[in-house]
């Protein structure tokens, strides 16, 4: 059991009608492993995880999860998994304490049982004060550290995590974090999807980058970087960049292993930034503001799912 | 691992206790229309009118419409939890999501809403009793089984309605069910006169309702007579709307969770 | 009107409500079903005309009230009739124009224009008395043909409808500039219901025990079937100025009051 994979898919496919949402994907997730779906509106990831969910049916190809099949054995899955789905499904007219008591209900456990996961729960996502209040007047970051809360009743072996920090601000988003980074010191096994790169890069152990229903890309934060990107970035401005980055982008032909033009800046992927700027005014071009910076996970982002929106 | 044998051995269970602590924190917003509202009803026609009536088929206009009144305040329950309710679980509270992601099956949702609904209807229906008793309303023992054909009728209505919000999208349709379904089934099924009265057609239609079904079991049973049809025949019709809405019901509750 | 009343408030919880209202009132507008139910206003009334006063009637019989002998389809159908326009002004007036105020800002948004609260209050009235008034004709029509009005008095009545949806629509706007939540919306519907079932609609008010019936006497509901029951029926009395001069009062002293209300919300 150990050592098997908690998520084990081969040519996974998921099909609307016309549409193919999942087109064929392979993986294997680890006990312990933090592992990340990452892409851009659209790429599949929440089908992903509905179907890992056991709320959707695939069309085609092997799916195992917690080594069972989902279709056949979706019940008893489902007992050992926590999930914390994109938009908030709170209860509103009952109390925070109540959503979760009600919830670890659906799991069989008793009521003295509930009762003290859910205060323990309620301590552990710092909302023990609100326990007796409402869920309405909960901020968004609260009411997403509630949904966790509520994911967790169970004890789950598995949690999926939907977006979990999309829609808050800063400092909410960090508490989420550092909330999930102390379920993943536990050895909780994460599943989430996210398409912001800071929380890739913060909270998994490895991650795919999926698009247009495909897995583009897999591997550690780090080793994607390392594949797709130069260990540097260097950002370059020039005064009268707008319109002329491309007439500046042939003069810096050559230069690091490759040059990305965009409107306003020009982006330089090397290896060594310093030498680069240095190989830059050596040329003669002097920009207004240079950056030199570590490769980013959004640089592997970008270089793989292409730079056009696809909101 | 605790989680390896955990289980929920009545998950149905689970679904009832939820709408039993809703009913808890919300009961008063019902106090209204489930305790107070019937009574005000029977008082304005049973008495009012009933004074200009006098008696009919042999007893006083109040007790005639008794079981009426009790009828049409479960049914009037049932459509109302029924509907915004159920759509709204699916739509913008998103409960039944957040259950299906649970060990919860769609059928143990459907059949968790309708228990939830017998013991809210029946809560109501024994209270209503007590006081038409006092009334003078009730004249004869049989009147303790209306419980029963009240649930009977709870599983009739609840289980077609909820199909129905299952299905849709937009509750403006519940205005197009109150309108033209449930004001007419609650005004034209022996509620208020004898269905004997009505033009051919349209005593047809209240044939076709359950609620004139119930109407005749419950107005059997509190005046101590038989009903007009066979009570077989009235009970197995309500169980026929009962068995369909079910199949309805659980289909349209896996069709809108299952993808 | 009792239905949907009762309907939606079994279901009523002010934290869904709210939620339905606010997230689905445009479906809602534009909705097939939504025009559906727009033109089949005058139905629901038209039914309880139907079940109560033709089915009940039948076992009535006719009724005398103040000497005058009619049959009880012809009582009941005034009664009908006024508190179709009663709920169909209350129903702009109250819920969707609590909504405009609180959720959906309308009326900052007019308010930035040189339009005063007290045309904005005018005009959300007129558009409810309005649509009531299509409502309360057809009804009448119905009425005409099933041989419970003359045509002199359908004709004289429609005005005093229209009056009863001014009356209502006024108060009921004021009543909603009051409003703390959707849950006031509960006790107010109770207080309507409760006046749609005592104010000598299905029985005459002499009926009742003469503290009640003063008490009824001094509502809304009473003066309004009253005054449309005397037109309809054409039996006609100086009460009749009295019952239309306290929704006269009710009109004018809605208004202004609402219109204060708004100003006092919107513009400080």
Same mark, same amino acid.
């Given at each position: 059991?150990?050592?098997?994979?908690?998520?084990?898919?081969?040519?996974?496919?998921?099909?609307?009608?016309?549409?193919?949402?999942?087109?064929?994907?392979?993986?294997?997730?680890?006990?312990?492993?933090?592992?990340?779906?990452?892409?851009?509106?659209?790429?599949?990831?929440?089908?992903?995880?509905?179907?890992?969910?056991?709320?959707? !049916?695939?069309?085609?190809?092997?799916?195992?999860?917690?080594?069972?099949?989902?279709?056949?054995?979706?019940?008893?899955?489902?007992?050992?998994?926590?999930?914390?789905?994109?938009?908030?499904?709170?209860?509103?007219?009952?109390?925070?304490?109540?959503?979760? !008591?009600?919830?670890?209900?659906?799991?069989?456990?008793?009521?003295?049982?509930?009762?003290?996961?859910?205060?323990?729960?309620?301590?552990?996502?710092?909302?023990?004060?609100?326990?007796?209040?409402?869920?309405?007047?909960?901020?968004?970051?609260?009411?997403?550290?509630?949904?966790?809360?509520?994911?967790?009743?169970?004890?789950?072996?598995?949690?999926?995590?939907?977006?979990?920090? !999309?829609?808050?601000?800063?400092?909410?988003?960090?508490?989420?974090?550092?909330?999930?980074?102390?379920?993943?010191?536990?050895?909780?096994?994460?599943?989430?999807?996210?398409?912001?790169?800071?929380?890739?890069?913060?909270?998994?152990?490895?991650?795919?980058?999926?698009?247009?229903?495909?897995?583009?890309?897999?591997?550690?934060?780090?080793?994607?970087?390392?594949?797709?990107? !130069?260990?540097?970035?260097?950002?370059?401005?020039?005064?009268?960049?707008?319109?002329?980055?491309?007439?500046?982008?042939?003069?810096?032909?050559?230069?690091?292993?490759?040059?990305?033009?965009?409107?306003?800046?020009?982006?330089?992927?090397?290896?060594?930034?310093?030498?680069?700027?240095?190989?830059?005014?050596?040329?003669?071009?002097?920009?207004?503001?240079?950056?030199?910076?570590?490769?980013?996970?959004?640089?592997?982002?970008?270089?793989?799912?292409?730079?056009?929106?696809?909101? | 691992?605790?989680?390896?044998?955990?289980?929920?051995?009545?998950?149905?269970?689970?679904?009832?206790?939820?709408?039993?602590?809703?009913?808890?924190?919300?009961?008063?917003?019902?106090?209204?229309?489930?305790?107070?509202?019937?009574?005000?009803?029977?008082?304005? @026609?049973?008495?009012?009118?009933?004074?200009?009536?006098?008696?009919?088929?042999?007893?006083?206009?109040?007790?005639?419409?008794?079981?009426?009144?009790?009828?049409?305040?479960?049914?009037? @329950?049932?459509?109302?939890?029924?509907?915004?309710?159920?759509?709204?679980?699916?739509?913008?509270?998103?409960?039944?999501?957040?259950?299906?992601?649970?060990?919860?099956?769609?059928?143990?949702?459907?059949?968790?809403?309708?228990?939830?609904?017998?013991?809210?209807?029946?809560?109501?229906?024994?209270?209503?009793?007590?006081?038409?008793?006092?009334?003078?309303?009730?004249?004869?023992?049989?009147?303790?089984?209306? #419980?029963?054909?009240?649930?009977?009728?709870?599983?009739?209505?609840?289980? #077609?309605?909820?199909?129905?919000?299952?299905?849709?999208?937009?509750?403006?349709?519940?205005?197009?069910?109150?309108?033209?379904?449930?004001?007419?089934?609650?005004?034209?099924?022996?509620?208020?006169?004898?269905?004997?009265?009505?033009?051919?057609?349209?005593?047809?239609?209240?044939?076709?309702?359950?609620?004139?079904?119930?109407?005749?079991?419950?107005?059997?049973?509190?005046?101590?007579?038989?009903?007009?049809?066979?009570?077989?025949?009235?009970?197995?019709?309500?169980?026929?709307?009962?068995?369909?809405?079910?199949?309805?019901?659980?289909?349209?509750?896996?069709?809108?969770?299952?993808? | 009107? $009792?239905?949907?009343?009762?309907?939606?408030?079994?279901?009523?919880?002010?934290?869904?409500?709210?939620?339905?209202?606010?997230?689905?009132?445009?479906?809602?507008?534009?909705?097939?079903?939504?025009?559906?139910?727009?033109?089949?206003?005058?139905?629901?009334?038209?039914?309880?005309?139907?079940?109560?006063?033709?089915?009940?009637?039948?076992? &009535?019989?006719?009724?005398?009230?103040?000497?005058?002998?009619?049959?009880?389809?012809?009582?009941? %159908?005034?009664?009908?009739?006024?508190?179709?326009?009663?709920?169909?002004?209350?129903?702009?007036?109250?819920?969707?124009?609590?909504?405009?105020?609180?959720?959906?800002?309308?009326?900052? %948004?007019?308010?930035?224009?040189?339009?005063?609260?007290?045309?904005?209050?005018?005009?959300?009235?007129?558009?409810?008395?309005?649509?009531?008034?299509?409502?309360?004709?057809?009804?009448?029509?119905?009425?005409?043909?099933?041989?419970?009005?003359? &045509?002199?008095? %359908?004709?004289?009545?429609?005005?005093?409808?229209?009056?009863?949806?001014?009356?209502?629509?006024?108060?009921?706007?004021?009543?909603?500039?009051?409003?703390?939540?959707?849950?006031?919306?509960?006790?107010?519907?109770?207080?309507?219901?409760? $006046?749609?079932?005592?104010?000598?609609?299905?029985?005459?008010?002499?009926?009742?025990?003469?503290?009640?019936?003063?008490?009824?006497?001094?509502?809304?509901?009473?003066? %309004?079937?009253?005054?449309?029951?005397?037109?309809?029926?054409?039996?006609?009395?100086?009460?009749?100025?009295?019952?239309?001069?306290?929704?006269?009062?009710?009109?004018?002293?809605?208004?202004?009051?609402?219109?204060?209300?708004?100003?006092?919300?919107?513009?400080?």
């Amino acid at each position: 059991m150990a050592d098997q994979p908690l998520i084990h898919a081969r040519g996974l496919v998921k099909r609307f009608g016309d549409f193919t949402a999942v087109a064929g994907i392979d993986l294997d997730v680890a006990p312990g492993e933090a592992f990340g779906f990452l892409g851009p509106n659209g790429a599949g990831k929440s089908s992903t995880m509905r179907m890992i969910g056991c709320v959707s !049916t695939p069309t085609q190809g092997e799916l195992r999860i917690l080594g069972m099949d989902p279709v056949r054995d979706g019940t008893r899955i489902r007992a050992r998994l926590g999930v914390c789905p994109q938009l908030d499904n709170l209860d509103p007219d009952l109390n925070v304490r109540e959503n979760l !008591t009600t919830y670890a209900r659906y799991f069989g456990l008793s009521r003295a049982e509930s009762r003290k996961r859910a205060d323990e729960l309620l301590e552990f996502v710092q909302l023990a004060d609100r326990a007796e209040g409402k869920v309405e007047p909960l901020s968004g970051g609260m009411k997403r550290r509630l949904t966790i809360a509520r994911a967790m009743v169970n004890d789950p072996d598995l949690v999926l995590l939907d977006e979990p920090t !999309t829609g808050l601000d800063p400092q909410a988003r960090h508490l989420v974090w550092e909330r999930l980074f102390r379920l993943k010191q536990r050895g909780t096994t994460l599943v989430l999807t996210t398409h912001y790169m800071d929380e890739a890069e913060q909270l998994c152990d490895r991650l795919v980058v999926m698009d247009a229903g495909k897995i583009v890309a897999e591997g550690s934060p780090r080793s994607l970087i390392q594949t797709y990107s !130069t260990a540097e970035v260097v950002e370059l401005r020039f005064a009268d960049g707008l319109d002329a980055n491309a007439d500046y982008a042939a003069k810096l032909d050559g230069i690091g292993e490759r040059i990305d033009p965009l409107p306003d800046r020009i982006l330089l992927y090397a290896d060594d930034g310093d030498d680069a700027v240095s190989e830059v005014h050596r040329r003669g071009l002097a920009p207004a503001s240079v950056l030199v910076r570590r490769s980013t996970l959004e640089d592997v982002f970008l270089q793989l799912t292409g730079r056009t929106l696809v909101d | 691992m605790a989680a390896e044998t955990m289980r929920p051995l009545h998950p149905v269970l689970a679904v009832v206790e939820r709408y039993v602590l809703l009913y808890r924190r919300l009961w008063h917003a019902s106090v209204f229309s489930s305790f107070l509202l019937p009574i005000l009803f029977l008082i304005s @026609i049973g008495l009012g009118v009933g004074g200009y009536v006098g008696s009919i088929e042999g007893v006083d206009y109040l007790s005639w419409i008794v079981p009426g009144v009790l009828v049409s305040t479960a049914f009037q @329950i049932c459509i109302g939890e029924s509907t915004y309710p159920v759509l709204g679980d699916f739509k913008w509270v998103r409960a039944y999501h957040a259950m299906r992601a649970a060990p919860i099956r769609p059928a143990d949702i459907v059949h968790g809403h309708l228990i939830a609904l017998i013991l809210r209807v029946e809560v109501s229906v024994v209270a209503f009793l007590v006081v038409v008793l006092f009334f003078g309303g009730l004249h004869s023992p049989w009147a303790l089984v209306t #419980p029963l054909v009240c649930a009977l009728l709870v599983a009739s209505v609840v289980t #077609p309605v909820t199909a129905f919000a299952a299905s849709i999208e937009s509750d403006s349709y519940f205005a197009l069910l109150f309108r033209f379904v449930v004001i007419p089934a609650t005004l034209f099924s022996g509620v208020f006169f004898p269905v004997e009265q009505l033009p051919v057609v349209i005593r047809a239609v209240a044939y076709a309702s359950p609620v004139w079904h119930a109407v005749e079991l419950c107005r059997a049973a509190t005046l101590g007579r038989e009903p007009t049809w066979p009570i077989a025949a009235h009970v197995g019709y309500l169980v026929l709307w009962a068995v369909v809405g079910l199949v309805l019901a659980r289909r349209a509750f896996k069709r809108r969770l299952e993808d | 009107m $009792m239905t949907t009343l009762v309907a939606a408030r079994v279901s009523l919880s002010p934290s869904r409500v709210g939620a339905v209202i606010n997230r689905n009132v445009g479906a809602l507008r534009s909705g097939p079903a939504y025009w559906v139910v727009l033109i089949s206003g005058f139905f629901e009334p038209l039914l309880y005309l139907l079940s109560i006063g033709v089915g009940v009637g039948a076992l &009535v019989g006719d009724l005398t009230v103040d000497g005058h002998t009619m049959s009880y389809a012809a009582f009941v %159908a005034p009664a009908m009739l006024a508190v179709s326009a009663m709920s169909g002004a209350l129903a702009e007036t109250t819920f969707n124009f609590f909504f405009k105020l609180k959720y959906m800002k309308t009326f900052e %948004a007019v308010l930035a224009t040189p339009v005063r609260p007290f045309e904005i209050a005018l005009g959300e009235l007129v558009w409810a008395v309005v649509r009531g008034s299509v409502y309360t004709a057809i009804f009448l029509g119905f009425m005409v043909a099933l041989g419970l009005s003359s &045509v002199a008095g %359908a004709l004289a009545a429609f005005p005093a409808t229209v009056l009863v949806g001014l009356a209502f629509g006024a108060v009921g706007m004021w009543v909603s500039t009051l409003m703390r939540g959707w849950q006031d919306f509960d006790l107010m519907g109770t207080g309507q219901f409760a $006046m749609f079932l005592f104010s000598g609609t299905f029985s005459p008010v002499q009926n009742y025990p003469v503290g009640v019936e003063v008490l009824i006497q001094l509502t809304p509901l009473y003066h %309004a079937v009253e005054l449309v029951r005397g037109l309809c029926t054409g039996i006609v009395g100086p009460g009749l100025l009295v019952n239309a001069a306290y929704l006269v009062v009710m009109t004018v002293g809605g208004l202004w009051l609402a219109s204060r209300r708004v100003e006092k919300m919107l513009c400080e």
